[in-house]
Structure formats: structure tokens, C-alpha cells
């Protein structure tokens, strides 16, 4: 394995940028209302929004962010205890959740054949590329692997985007799949749904909720977790999941809790069911001694993978204050969930827990430039010459229309996304077709086979944009029509270069 998977500064992208090169708009002077007020019951994919609802980003880069926590992978590869294997896979699982925390800005809508391509085999020893492989429904496929061989994840993504009146749904449609070839093990996943309250009055806030089921393809174990709704449950309960890992036979062999935006931790069953029925070692602690678990960069410190390991702590070598421990100016870890009157942290120590993951902490100014992670700044940084020299025309850092949002200019902004999306409009309009009628041509062999090729012809189904034929048009009669086959042209959108 490469050395530098272990670096102590393995959240610190190579050459990363801490901050945007202008802050964010502020939102106050835009009327969410009157722009949603016609859009209740719709489907958001197919509006077009103004830039004031963006962030500088594409979806395909959000998408990425999945990845900002990929250690989890080497680190579950690597066991050979499947139920340890199924932990940490849960564990990024469910960290591709946090990146969400206090997100509220909606990225662009990928143009067909736009791609993003991610190269982090230097720092991380993964390589990822997305891209989008339709306009409706809008469809995003992305691919990733280790430099070494260990994983491979890969799937697509269809989001669904709801207005509900009061908040926005987003359903991300679609099966994720991590491999590890050397073990022959396929483990796949649906990710649960992401909720954006108080859209017309109100602090915005979001959550995740519903039913994350990841099972093993070769051994037969499964993750099941659930992920409380504020609609359900009180408000202590927000944020908070819990599950189980299950055995072949269908017995829980572990369980987990947690809340998506702060960490996960697992421990013995028979230990979890006496915290559940209020037995010893069931108390609160500070947030600070929250804070201490682990190393504070978001990647746990192993003595021994181990359900026994020992809660302690331990020195931060992060220069960055963890999540418990950050100053004023890292609000956005202290402030908690005000609208939603929940903590942002886990408040359970029970003996024998082990930890499994923990959210890296984000710059002391991240909600002046969109809350985003150290990880997710580097995703559209186009400082490197030598990088952007070998990147296509499709991908996303070449996007005008982003590059302004985060210029801070949304004037251009909503000028270069209305133009780029006329631009793509106008090329599929050219590449569509209807159906194409024809009819046997030339002699028959003895057997009575056709030889030659088939004429095209005029009939119904001939759309707009259809291929005509450098032969001269017959006419058809309906009996030769009923009998012929109707094909339906299929063709491949060329690449739409995002200029």
C-alpha cells in the first residue's frame, strides 16, 4: 500500500485550496416564493432554476464527494473478518451522507456527455470518473477505483428533486456497487433520501432518512440501518441511526448507531441490548469527550480491530480543531441544529463501543463559501495548467456558467447556464428521431431469404430529424406497412463541449 494512504494529512488534497476565491452571495435578497410558488408537486429536474439556488459545482462533482472518505475502503479490504469488512463499508456508506451537512445550495444540472474526471492516486490511490449518460431522466454514471486493485465502486445515479410545499425531496434513484476483487465480493446499496425543511419561512436545515440495507453478494452477511425522520420521532432523536450487521443464518452479530453528520461507532450485541434496557455503563459525557475519539481528521486510531477497543484520548496531530473542540469561528460544528433543536454530535459512551468513522472537520469559514469540506473546495480548482492541459472539452471544471458562480459574478452565471442549456436543447433536438419504416429490397435467395439491403421508406413513425435515404421514396401501401418492421433509430449523442 502505498505510504501516502497513511499520512497523517490525508484529508489535505495535494496543492488544496482552503477557500473560494470570492465568498458566497448572500440568498436574503432572492424570493424563494415566488419562483417556487408554481412549482409545488413538480419535478425539479426538469425546471430551470435561477443560479441564486446553486453552488459552484456540478452534480457529478457532488457525486465524488462519496469518495472524500475512501481510507474506509483500503482499511475494509484489508480485514479479513467479514463483520469488520461490513462495518467500515457501513461507515462510508454512511459518510458520503456527510458532506450534506448544512449544504444548501443546489449543484448544476450536468449537460448530456458532460464528465468530471478525478485523479487522487498521488495523495488517496483512487481514480474516479463520472459522467452524464441522460438528459431525462437525468441520469449520472460514475466509476471508481484503487490504484492498487483493492476496490472498485461504480454505479449511476437518477435524483428525483420534489417540492412539497414547505420543503424539497431528493431521491437519489439508483444502486451503488463496491467490489474487492481479491476477495470476490460484490456488496450494493440504495442511499436513503436527503429532505431540505423551512424552504419558504424558516432556517433552512437538512436531513437524511429511511432504510440503508448493504448486502454481500458472496457471503451473505448484510448492514441494515435506519435513519431517524424528524416526522416520526422527537426532536432528540434527529440526525441519530441505528442498525445491525446480520449473520448468513439472519442473527445479529453487531450493532452500530451514530448520527450521519458526526461518526459511527459498532459494539457487541448482548452490550447494546443492556445500554437499551438502561444497565450499567449507560451515561452521557461531555462534548468534549466526544471530540477526543479517534485521531480528529476523521479517521479512527487502531490499537487492535477490536469490539473491546477502549474508548480514549488521544492527541490531535491536526493543526484543524476537531468538531468538539473548534473555536468560535468554526460555527458550524458548534452551533448544532438550531431549527431542528438537535445536537450535531453523538451523545452516547457506552464500554466496549469501537469507533468507525468520524466527519473530518471543515474550515473555520466554510459557511461563508458554501459549507463545503476541505475535499469538496479541490473539486473544481482549476490552478493546475498541467491537469487542465489533459482534460476534455466535457468536463465540468471547463463549465462557464460554474466558473462565475464561483467568481461570484451571477449575472454571467445565469447567462452562461441559460445559453449552455438552449446549446443542449438545440443538440438533441438534432440527433432525436422517430421511427424509420422499411421494406425487404433486392432478390431472394431459393430459400426464400432477402439479399440486398432494406430500402427506407415513407410512413408513420417517420419523425422530425430522421435519416433520409439517398434513394428515391416509394410509396408504401398499408398492407406492405403492416408487414414491415418499424425500427427505431438510435444514435449516440456526440460529446457537447461546455463552451
Not at 381 to 402: C, H, Q, Y
Amino acid at each position: 500500500m502505498d505510504a501516502g494512504l497513511h499520512s497523517e494529512a490525508w484529508n489535505q488534497p495535494l496543492l488544496a485550496r482552503s477557500r473560494l476565491p470570492v465568498e458566497m452571495r448572500p440568498r436574503e435578497d432572492f424570493s424563494v416564493w415566488e419562483f417556487l410558488k408554481n412549482c409545488v408537486g413538480k419535478e425539479l429536474t426538469r425546471i430551470a432554476m435561477p443560479v441564486h439556488f446553486n453552488e459552484p459545482l456540478s452534480f457529478l462533482q457532488r457525486v465524488c464527494e462519496y469518495l472524500e472518505y475512501s481510507h474506509l475502503l483500503f482499511e475494509a479490504e484489508r480485514c479479513d473478518d467479514p463483520v469488520q469488512r461490513l462495518e467500515l463499508i457501513t461507515a462510508f456508506a454512511v459518510s458520503g451522507a456527510s458532506s450534506n451537512w448544512a449544504r444548501l445550495g443546489k449543484p448544476f444540472n450536468p449537460l448530456q456527455g458532460e464528465t468530471f474526471e478525478l485523479d487522487r492516486s498521488q495523495d488517496r490511490c483512487f481514480r474516479a470518473v463520472c459522467e452524464q449518460v441522460s438528459h431525462h431522466p437525468p441520469t449520472s454514471a460514475f466509476h471508481a477505483e484503487a490504484t492498487d486493485g483493492s476496490w472498485i465502486f461504480h454505479g449511476a445515479v437518477t435524483p428525483k428533486l420534489s417540492f412539497l410545499g414547505k420543503s424539497v425531496e431528493i431521491n437519489p434513484r439508483g444502486t451503488v456497487t463496491l467490489e474487492f476483487p481479491k476477495r470476490l465480493e460484490v456488496y450494493t446499496w440504495q442511499n436513503v433520501l436527503c429532505k431540505i425543511h423551512n424552504i419558504i419561512v424558516g432556517k433552512l436545515w437538512v436531513e437524511h432518512y429511511g432504510e440503508l440495507s448493504i448486502r454481500c453478494h458472496g457471503n451473505g452477511y448484510r448492514s441494515e440501518l435506519k435513519w431517524n425522520s424528524h416526522s416520526l420521532i422527537g426532536t432528540d432523536q434527529r440526525h441519530k441511526l441505528h442498525g445491525y450487521i446480520v449473520d448468513p443464518a439472519g442473527k445479529k452479530v453487531k450493532a452500530m448507531y451514530g448520527k450521519w453528520m458526526d461518526a459511527l461507532y459498532s459494539l457487541p450485541m448482548d452490550t447494546w441490548k443492556r445500554h437499551k434496557k438502561g444497565g450499567s455503563g449507560r451515561k452521557r459525557i461531555s462534548e468534549l469527550s466526544i471530540g477526543a475519539v479517534g485521531s480528529g481528521d476523521g479517521r479512527p486510531r487502531w490499537k487492535s480491530f477490536s469490539v473491546e477497543l477502549p474508548m480514549q484520548q488521544e492527541q490531535s496531530t491536526n493543526s484543524e480543531p476537531t468538531s468538539s473542540t473548534a473555536g468560535p469561528d468554526n460555527c458550524e460544528d458548534r452551533e448544532g441544529d438550531e431549527e431542528s433543536g438537535a445536537s450535531t454530535l453523538a451523545d452516547l459512551s457506552i464500554p466496549g463501543q469501537a469507533l468507525l468513522w468520524r466527519r473530518a472537520p471543515r474550515p473555520a469559514d466554510s459557511r461563508r463559501y458554501f459549507s463545503f469540506t476541505r475535499f469538496t473546495l479541490a473539486l473544481n480548482d482549476n490552478s493546475d495548467a498541467e491537469l487542465l492541459a489533459r482534460l476534455p472539452g466535457t468536463d465540468t471544471r471547463r463549465r462557464p456558467d460554474v466558473r462565475a458562480l464561483e467568481l461570484g459574478d451571477l449575472a454571467l452565471a445565469q447567462a452562461e447556464k441559460s445559453r449552455l442549456e438552449e446549446k443542449q436543447r438545440q443538440a438533441l433536438r438534432r440527433n432525436s428521431s422517430g421511427g424509420v419504416w422499411f421494406r425487404p429490397g433486392g432478390t431472394a435467395t431459393p430459400d426464400g431469404r432477402p439479399t440486398g439491403c432494406l430500402r427506407e421508406t415513407t410512413g408513420p413513425g417517420t419523425g422530425p430529424g430522421a435519416p433520409t435515404s439517398t434513394e428515391t421514396r416509394q410509396p408504401v401501401s398499408a398492407t406492405d406497412r403492416n408487414n414491415s418492421c418499424r425500427f427505431l433509430a438510435i444514435k449516440l449523442n456526440k460529446e457537447i463541449a461546455l463552451s
